[in-house]
């Protein structure tokens, strides 16, 4: 499913010539939180809501009964609000989620006091709690969204049974 808002594909390079996450390598857009957070929602909405026909046996919206497969740190959001939003009020029940690692080095690293604006309760913010030695975006206690992302989802998978081998094999791999 494509997600299609201008608000999130304004930025997408060929129509401002900039890239998704910043306007140039190393810098981040201001909104990236709320902009993937808002794709994070519309994925869980998608199967809810969306008439899917997917082949002739079956058309329609998909239902509840889903596994979501969240990306790397852009979709990590996405169990977080699967337990907040939906499972606290009885919907998506038996729903669960897959958080595939494809390059770790990239985490979503935010100035802590921004878990106020990911409207989740305090609950989780212990597994968005983060301090690593770098100065990027701010020093000291930062959130992590790949983190959480790995903390609050069902299953965890890598791109390859090597890159798990490799994240596993020292601090320096696993970042």
């Not at 000291?140 to 998978?157: F, H, P, Q, T």
């Amino acid at each position: 499913v494509f997600v299609d808002h201008p608000f999130f594909l304004e930025k997408v390079w060929g129509k401002t010539q900039s890239k998704i996450y910043g306007p140039i390598a190393g810098e981040d857009y201001q909104d990236n939180q709320l902009r993937f957070s808002l794709f994070c929602q519309a994925a869980l909405e998608a199967p809810r809501a969306l008439n899917l026909k997917s082949n002739e046996y079956f058309s329609g919206p998909y239902g509840e009964d889903v596994v979501f497969i969240a990306n790397d740190w852009h979709t990590a959001l996405l169990p977080c609000y699967l337990k907040s939003l939906y499972k606290s009020k009885g919907i998506y029940e038996t729903a669960k989620v897959a958080f595939c690692i494809h390059n770790i080095a990239y985490q979503g690293r935010f100035a802590f006091a921004d878990f106020s604006l990911l409207n989740l309760p305090e609950e989780f913010k212990s597994s968005f709690d983060f301090i690593d030695g770098y100065d990027k975006p701010v020093k000291g206690r930062k959130i992590n969204w790949m983190k959480a992302g790995i903390l609050e989802s069902d299953k965890i998978l890598t791109v390859s049974p090597y890159y798990a081998q490799e994240l596993v094999s020292g601090e320096d791999k696993g970042v």
